[in-house]
Protein backbone atom coordinates (compact mmCIF):
# COMPACT_ATOMS: atom_id res chain seq x y z
CA UNK A 1 0.00 0.00 0.00
CA UNK A 2 0.92 4.14 -0.54
CA UNK A 3 0.53 6.52 1.57
CA UNK A 4 0.51 9.37 -0.64
CA UNK A 5 0.98 12.88 1.09
CA UNK A 6 -0.56 15.33 -1.01
CA UNK A 7 -2.15 18.47 -2.08
CA UNK A 8 -4.33 19.09 -5.76
CA UNK A 9 -1.49 21.09 -7.29
CA UNK A 10 0.37 20.18 -10.08
CA UNK A 11 3.08 18.12 -8.56
CA UNK A 12 0.20 16.35 -6.94
CA UNK A 13 -1.69 15.68 -9.91
CA UNK A 14 1.34 14.33 -11.37
CA UNK A 15 1.26 11.23 -9.19
CA UNK A 16 -2.20 11.02 -8.70
CA UNK A 17 -2.49 10.18 -12.06
CA UNK A 18 0.32 7.74 -11.85
CA UNK A 19 -1.33 5.76 -9.47
CA UNK A 20 -4.66 5.96 -11.22
CA UNK A 21 -3.32 4.90 -14.44
CA UNK A 22 -0.80 2.10 -12.52
CA UNK A 23 -3.62 0.95 -10.70
CA UNK A 24 -1.87 0.98 -7.59
CA UNK A 25 -3.79 0.71 -4.51
CA UNK A 26 -2.72 3.75 -2.39
CA UNK A 27 -4.49 5.89 0.82
CA UNK A 28 -4.55 9.55 0.56
CA UNK A 29 -3.05 12.08 3.85
CA UNK A 30 -4.39 15.87 2.84
CA UNK A 31 -1.44 17.87 3.29
CA UNK A 32 -2.92 22.01 3.11
CA UNK A 33 -0.36 23.86 1.99
CA UNK A 34 -2.55 27.07 2.66
CA UNK A 35 -2.65 26.46 6.48
CA UNK A 36 0.80 25.38 6.71
CA UNK A 37 0.58 21.41 6.84
CA UNK A 38 4.20 21.27 5.33
CA UNK A 39 5.82 22.66 8.23
CA UNK A 40 4.43 19.89 10.19
CA UNK A 41 7.21 17.38 11.75
CA UNK A 42 5.49 14.11 10.79
CA UNK A 43 5.26 16.04 7.22
CA UNK A 44 9.42 17.02 7.59
CA UNK A 45 10.31 13.87 8.34
CA UNK A 46 9.72 12.29 5.27
CA UNK A 47 9.84 15.29 2.85
CA UNK A 48 12.54 17.23 4.19
CA UNK A 49 12.04 19.95 1.01
CA UNK A 50 8.59 20.62 2.83
CA UNK A 51 6.59 20.65 -0.81
CA UNK A 52 4.16 18.21 -1.49
CA UNK A 53 4.20 15.03 -2.99
CA UNK A 54 5.84 12.85 -0.82
CA UNK A 55 5.05 8.82 -0.34
CA UNK A 56 5.99 5.87 1.40
CA UNK A 57 5.35 2.59 0.16
CA UNK A 58 5.18 0.05 2.68
CA UNK A 59 6.42 -2.40 0.58
CA UNK A 60 9.66 -1.25 -0.72
CA UNK A 61 12.70 -2.83 -3.60
CA UNK A 62 13.54 -4.81 -0.30
CA UNK A 63 10.10 -5.61 1.01
CA UNK A 64 10.26 -2.72 3.56
CA UNK A 65 9.12 0.46 3.56
CA UNK A 66 10.42 3.29 1.60
CA UNK A 67 10.09 7.16 1.57
CA UNK A 68 10.20 9.46 -1.22
CA UNK A 69 10.10 13.10 -1.82
CA UNK A 70 10.22 15.14 -5.17
CA UNK A 71 7.86 13.99 -7.75
CA UNK A 72 10.16 13.72 -10.45
CA UNK A 73 12.12 10.68 -8.08
CA UNK A 74 8.51 9.50 -7.15
CA UNK A 75 7.14 8.65 -11.12
CA UNK A 76 10.58 7.17 -11.80
CA UNK A 77 10.17 5.05 -8.66
CA UNK A 78 6.78 3.76 -9.49
CA UNK A 79 7.29 3.23 -13.33
CA UNK A 80 10.22 1.42 -11.95
CA UNK A 81 8.21 -0.89 -9.33
CA UNK A 82 4.97 -1.73 -12.35
CA UNK A 83 7.26 -1.74 -15.16
CA UNK A 84 4.89 1.17 -16.85
CA UNK A 85 5.00 4.09 -18.55
CA UNK A 86 8.52 4.17 -18.72
CA UNK A 87 9.76 2.11 -22.41
CA UNK A 88 11.99 -0.45 -22.29
CA UNK A 89 13.70 0.55 -25.46
CA UNK A 90 16.75 2.36 -23.96
CA UNK A 91 16.43 5.48 -26.63
CA UNK A 92 12.74 5.74 -25.97
CA UNK A 93 13.48 5.27 -21.69
CA UNK A 94 16.17 8.36 -22.14
CA UNK A 95 14.26 10.67 -24.13
CA UNK A 96 11.09 9.94 -21.83
CA UNK A 97 13.88 11.03 -19.04
CA UNK A 98 14.89 14.22 -20.90
CA UNK A 99 11.76 15.33 -21.39
CA UNK A 100 10.53 14.53 -17.03
CA UNK A 101 13.58 16.58 -16.25
CA UNK A 102 12.53 19.71 -19.12
CA UNK A 103 9.53 19.67 -17.01
CA UNK A 104 11.15 19.15 -13.40
CA UNK A 105 13.77 21.75 -14.38
CA UNK A 106 11.92 24.53 -16.72
CA UNK A 107 8.13 23.56 -17.13
CA UNK A 108 7.55 23.90 -13.27
CA UNK A 109 9.79 26.53 -12.40
CA UNK A 110 9.08 28.83 -15.11
CA UNK A 111 5.26 28.33 -15.57
CA UNK A 112 4.73 28.84 -11.78
CA UNK A 113 6.93 31.76 -12.08
CA UNK A 114 4.72 33.27 -14.71
CA UNK A 115 1.46 32.19 -12.36
CA UNK A 116 2.81 33.95 -9.45
CA UNK A 117 4.26 37.53 -10.91
CA UNK A 118 0.32 37.26 -12.88
CA UNK A 119 -2.13 36.20 -9.95
CA UNK A 120 -0.25 36.54 -6.81
CA UNK A 121 2.53 38.94 -6.42
CA UNK A 122 1.23 41.96 -4.42
CA UNK A 123 2.79 44.09 -6.49
CA UNK A 124 2.74 44.05 -9.99
CA UNK A 125 6.25 43.97 -11.06
CA UNK A 126 6.42 44.89 -15.20
CA UNK A 127 9.85 43.20 -16.08
CA UNK A 128 8.90 39.91 -13.91
CA UNK A 129 5.78 39.62 -15.71
CA UNK A 130 7.20 40.54 -19.08
CA UNK A 131 10.23 37.86 -18.63
CA UNK A 132 8.63 34.77 -17.31
CA UNK A 133 5.39 35.73 -19.68
CA UNK A 134 7.64 35.32 -22.64
CA UNK A 135 9.68 32.70 -21.18
CA UNK A 136 6.38 30.53 -20.59
CA UNK A 137 5.49 31.20 -24.41
CA UNK A 138 9.10 30.33 -24.93
CA UNK A 139 8.72 26.50 -23.23
CA UNK A 140 5.20 26.15 -25.16
CA UNK A 141 7.13 26.64 -28.54
CA UNK A 142 9.18 24.18 -27.95
CA UNK A 143 6.64 21.53 -26.77
CA UNK A 144 4.40 22.43 -30.07
CA UNK A 145 7.85 21.79 -32.27
CA UNK A 146 8.62 18.74 -30.15
CA UNK A 147 4.61 17.44 -30.66
CA UNK A 148 4.78 18.08 -34.73
CA UNK A 149 7.50 15.15 -34.50
CA UNK A 150 5.54 12.47 -32.10
CA UNK A 151 2.26 11.88 -30.60
CA UNK A 152 3.69 12.20 -26.94
CA UNK A 153 6.32 14.28 -25.71
CA UNK A 154 8.84 11.51 -25.09
CA UNK A 155 8.05 9.02 -27.45
CA UNK A 156 4.57 7.47 -29.70
CA UNK A 157 3.83 5.85 -26.24
CA UNK A 158 2.40 7.89 -23.36
CA UNK A 159 4.88 7.87 -20.62
CA UNK A 160 5.62 9.83 -16.83
CA UNK A 161 6.90 12.37 -19.16
CA UNK A 162 3.47 13.68 -20.35
CA UNK A 163 2.26 12.59 -16.87
CA UNK A 164 4.33 15.51 -15.40
CA UNK A 165 3.89 18.11 -17.86
CA UNK A 166 -0.09 18.22 -18.56
CA UNK A 167 -1.04 19.32 -14.70
CA UNK A 168 1.43 22.55 -15.24
CA UNK A 169 -0.70 22.99 -18.45
CA UNK A 170 -4.07 23.19 -17.11
CA UNK A 171 -3.98 27.04 -15.70
CA UNK A 172 -1.98 28.18 -18.96
CA UNK A 173 -4.05 31.69 -18.95
CA UNK A 174 -2.57 32.56 -15.69
CA UNK A 175 1.12 31.94 -16.95
CA UNK A 176 -0.37 34.63 -20.19
CA UNK A 177 -0.41 32.00 -22.72
CA UNK A 178 -2.81 31.70 -25.62
CA UNK A 179 -2.77 27.64 -26.12
CA UNK A 180 -5.25 28.21 -29.39
CA UNK A 181 -1.57 29.00 -30.70
CA UNK A 182 0.02 25.99 -29.63
CA UNK A 183 -2.10 23.83 -31.96
CA UNK A 184 -0.28 20.55 -31.17
CA UNK A 185 0.27 21.12 -27.88
CA UNK A 186 -3.86 21.62 -27.27
CA UNK A 187 -4.08 18.51 -29.37
CA UNK A 188 -1.81 16.42 -27.13
CA UNK A 189 -3.30 18.15 -24.17
CA UNK A 190 -6.87 17.44 -24.93
CA UNK A 191 -6.31 13.85 -25.56
CA UNK A 192 -4.34 13.55 -21.97
CA UNK A 193 -7.49 15.04 -20.16
CA UNK A 194 -10.12 12.80 -21.88
CA UNK A 195 -8.26 9.78 -20.66
CA UNK A 196 -10.37 8.21 -17.59
CA UNK A 197 -7.25 7.68 -15.71
CA UNK A 198 -6.64 11.68 -15.61
CA UNK A 199 -10.31 12.31 -14.74
CA UNK A 200 -10.27 10.14 -11.90
CA UNK A 201 -6.96 11.75 -10.61
CA UNK A 202 -7.83 15.30 -10.72
CA UNK A 203 -10.77 14.58 -8.91
CA UNK A 204 -8.27 13.55 -5.83
CA UNK A 205 -8.61 16.24 -3.34
CA UNK A 206 -10.67 18.19 -5.52
CA UNK A 207 -13.18 18.95 -2.81
CA UNK A 208 -10.49 20.35 -0.22
CA UNK A 209 -9.52 23.11 -2.92
CA UNK A 210 -11.03 26.28 -1.81
CA UNK A 211 -12.24 28.65 -4.99
CA UNK A 212 -11.64 32.45 -4.68
CA UNK A 213 -8.72 34.49 -3.99
CA UNK A 214 -6.36 33.08 -1.29
CA UNK A 215 -6.50 35.15 2.51
CA UNK A 216 -3.86 36.90 3.88
CA UNK A 217 -3.08 33.95 6.40
CA UNK A 218 -2.51 31.56 3.09
CA UNK A 219 -0.90 34.05 1.22
CA UNK A 220 1.47 34.61 3.90
CA UNK A 221 2.27 31.08 4.79
CA UNK A 222 2.92 30.08 0.94
CA UNK A 223 4.59 33.27 0.13
CA UNK A 224 5.86 35.17 3.41
CA UNK A 225 8.52 35.05 6.24
CA UNK A 226 7.03 31.58 7.32
CA UNK A 227 8.31 29.65 4.08
CA UNK A 228 12.00 31.13 5.52
CA UNK A 229 11.99 30.12 8.69
CA UNK A 230 14.73 27.51 10.05
CA UNK A 231 13.41 24.08 10.61
Known sequence: ??????????????????????????????????????????????????????????????????????????????????????????????????????????????????HHFLIYAPEKIAYAINRYGKEANRLYGVMDKRLTESKFIACGAYTIADMAIFPWLRSYQNQGVEMDQYPNVKRWFGGIDARPAVQRALQVLADRRRAGPRTPQEMEVLFGAKQYEKR
Open 1 to 114: MIDLYTWPTPNGHKIHIMLEETGLPYRVHAVDIGAGDQFKPEFLAISPNNKIPAMVDSDGPDGKPISLFESGAMLVYLAAKTGKFLPADLREKWSALQWLMFQMGSIGPMLGQA
